[in-house]
């Protein structure tokens, strides 16, 4: 453990403005607060805020943050009390530890709710003071180093995912890449043992057997810098396990294939040598092309600086190369705690700068309908960096990247993004799903008779444009479980010759305890609810109902038969699902080799393509005289397409039934510009039923097209 006279010396190293009698004062009321508790580890708890401080130290915070860091755990983990810290340490170092302290007293009912809380404390909390931000990066690097203490594997990998997901996230988006990069492979390593001992040892065994050529290339970057005059220096080295990972992830490849896993920077003195010595490397080699950055002229939000390339260089080894100054490198490291201002030095416009994306995430609160909501757009918030794409009358609307049109049309207003029709991007028109670059100028057409598709929710990333989407489309999922269900429930009433009056309906609806027709209905669709349960109801109110089948089914006699064709074994049968015969069909049977056979109707056009490609034989097939029997029925497939419009299932369903036909399921796949297109399943009779049904649904003027399979 760190000593307070080896902090008060660290601290002096960097700074003139040292009170040791208030380290000194921290660390004693730190000590006498902890007292005899205990880490996982069995070292003294007290370690721990110790450990923080160095870190703190080490990233040449202030000494209030120091004092903070000493003092973190107090409030939640002992008897000391915020006026404790305020009295005896002034207000401001209080505001800080309390920023930090976890909100002991929210009581949650899961876990997840616990956390979000808590993240949105400290959210809002460093809001108005970053160095709260740096603590708990600083306290959560710590834990992450002594993470193989604890016991109980379940709650390591919880604390890696969040750290990986949340914490690492934060620290790179305020620039810290030296926590970012300790914490990443940290929770890698507890989440992924194996993976990450293998991509070690073969980092170990490259970087071994690279040495030589990484002190070559080194030494000829050293010699194209000398051309230009410039002073520099220069580190080589093999990438971190986790990065490595990421890129086989994105690109899908393996460690074998990485051909950029070596990377140099050049730390030179000043910002004309970064692009005189980055003129020079592009002179003498070939530059990867789509790789070339300049965060310098153009910084990344959170201040980095840097320019970026690739080269194939020296030995003909693709490599990547960062160019700084050394500014620009500390800025890089240590990121807003390089130049935060209450250090005596320290561009003071730069806080302002890093609180900002920080003050977005508050602004989040508004809209958010829960706090795990608010959690999982922080964490896109904090991943992404934002694009800015302005409306035809100027409007600028920032977006974080990778979002689309369709986003960009919610991020406008709800009801643009519910009826957008079709967007212009730069005045040519693209679909809903292209994804914005800065700078594009986007025009949005709507159409207040046009509504979503369920695809769409695959266009958007922000969770305005996906709670929009979900809201408006859980509305249509709704009319199509109750269309389904109200056609179960017909379908079940028509086979026993009953019908039902509303006063007992209404009486079942109440014995059932549901709020109305619909929600009973919707409740048969979905399986909550069995036609059993009905029949009983049904039942309480005198009626005498003999199905022929037992009392404790679900009271559904199940006729969809299996195909009645003569000649036909129906264990040699092939399901298929390109066409669906019924009664009255022009059948064919397509015989394979081992002598199994698929049935497919005669004008079935993979039924052809598989007569052409050969090894099949060709067999004309006629059906049984009962299959026409008329109380069976057969499963078939119709595919719909339909303006996309509120009660427009209800109206094909009341045509469906009108025909005594019963909906199986029913699917909404595919949508373009006002369209929808439905996949339903249905029960028939026989192939005259059917061609009825489809004549009548080509009379809608909402349907355009209907079409069997």
Not at 245 to 260: A, C, G, P, T, Y
Not at 364 to 373: F, M, V
Not at 417 to 440: R, Y
């Amino acid at each position: 453990m760190i000593t307070p006279q080896a902090l008060i010396a660290g601290i002096k190293e960097y700074s003139k403005n040292v009170d040791d009698a208030l380290i000194q004062k921290a660390f004693v009321f730190a000590l006498d607060h902890h007292g005899t508790q205990l880490r996982e580890s069995g070292d003294p708890f007290f370690s721990h805020p110790l450990e923080v401080a160095e870190i703190l130290m080490s990233l040449k915070m202030d000494q209030e943050t120091i004092v903070a860091g000493m003092l973190h755990d107090t409030v939640e983990d002992t008897t000391a009390t915020i006026d404790d810290l305020t009295e005896l340490f002034g207000e401001r170092i209080a505001k800080i530890v309390d920023g930090v302290t976890k909100l002991s007293r929210f009581e949650s009912s899961s876990i997840a709710g616990k956390q979000a809380e808590n993240f949105k404390k400290l959210l809002l909390s460093a809001a108005s003071d970053i160095r709260i931000l740096i603590i708990k990066l600083a306290d959560r690097l710590h834990n992450m180093r002594t993470l193989k203490f604890k016991k109980k594997k379940e709650k390591r990998r919880s604390i890696a995912r969040e750290t990986l997901d949340v914490y690492a996230s934060l620290a790179e988006r305020i620039g810290m890449t030296g926590i970012k990069d300790e914490l990443q492979d940290i929770a890698f390593q507890e989440l992924y043992p194996e993976i990450y001992d293998s991509l070690k040892s073969k980092l170990q065994t490259l970087y071994e057997s690279s040495e030589e050529i990484i002190n070559t290339i080194t030494s000829e970057i050293h010699r194209l810098a000398h051309e230009v005059s410039a002073d520099c220096m220069i580190s080589g080295r093999v990438k971190r396990p986790y990065s490595i990972w990421i890129k086989m992830n994105v690109r899908n490849i393996s460690f074998e294939q990485l051909s950029d896993i070596m990377a140099f920077r050049i730390i030179a003195d000043n910002i004309q040598q970064c692009y005189q010595i980055l003129g020079n490397i592009h002179k003498n080699y070939l530059v990867v092309p789509g790789r070339f950055r300049d965060y310098i002229s153009t910084p990344k939000n959170n201040s980095y600086q840097s320019l970026h390339t690739c080269v194939i260089g020296p030995l003909n080894k693709r490599i990547e190369i960062q160019i700084r100054t050394k500014e620009m490198h500390e800025i890089a490291e240590y990121g807003i705690a390089a130049h935060w201002n209450y250090k005596e030095h320290g561009p003071k416009a730069n806080k302002k700068n890093g609180q900002q994306w920080l003050k977005n995430l508050v602004n989040i609160l508004e809209n958010a309908s829960g706090i795990e909501e608010f959690l999982e757009h922080s964490k896109t918030e904090i991943l992404s960096d934002h694009i800015f794409c302005l409306t035809p009358k100027g409007l600028l609307i920032s977006l974080p990247m990778g979002s689309t049109v369709l986003d960009f049309a919610f991020a406008i207003h709800s009801d643009v993004g519910v009826h957008a029709v079709s967007a212009k991007v730069n005045g040519s028109a693209v679909p809903m799903n292209t994804a914005l670059t800065n700078g594009d100028q986007v025009d949005i057409t709507t159409d207040s008779n046009h509504f979503p598709s369920p695809h769409w929710q695959d266009y958007v990333i922000t969770i305005k444009a996906k709670t929009g989407l979900k809201k408006v489309l859980n509305g249509f999922e709704k009319e199509k479980l109750v269309m389904i269900g109200k056609s179960m429930f017909s379908d079940f009433f028509k086979k026993v010759n009953r019908s039902i009056s509303e006063e007992d309906m209404q009486s079942i609806i109440k014995d059932l305890k549901f709020d109305g027709i619909n929600a009973m209905f919707q409740a048969l669709s979905n399986g909550s609810l069995h036609m059993k349960d009905v029949l009983l109801s049904y039942k309480k109110l005198g009626h005498n109902i003999e199905l022929g089948t037992p009392e404790d089914s679900d009271g559904i006699v199940d006729n969809k038969c299996v195909l009645p064709i003569i000649g036909i074994n129906k264990e040699n049968l092939i399901p298929v699902t390109c066409c669906s015969p019924v009664p009255g069909d022009k059948i064919v049977g397509l015989l394979f080799e081992d002598k199994k056979m698929e049935i497919h109707i005669e004008e079935c056009k993979v039924m052809s393509q598989k007569v052409s490609a050969g090894n099949v034989k060709q067999i004309e097939l006629s059906w049984k005289r009962s299959a026409f029997n008329e109380t069976n029925s057969y499963l078939t497939r119709l595919s719909i397409t339909t303006i996309h419009e509120p009660g427009n299932l209800s109206k094909i369903a009341e045509i469906i039934e009108s025909k005594d036909a019963v909906i199986a399921n029913l699917k909404i796949g595919e949508k373009f510009e006002s369209f929808v297109r439905i996949q339903l399943e249905i029960e028939v009779q026989n192939v005259a039923q059917l061609i009825i049904i489809i004549s009548k649904l080509n009379e809608v003027n909402f349907v355009q097209k209907v079409s069997r399979g």
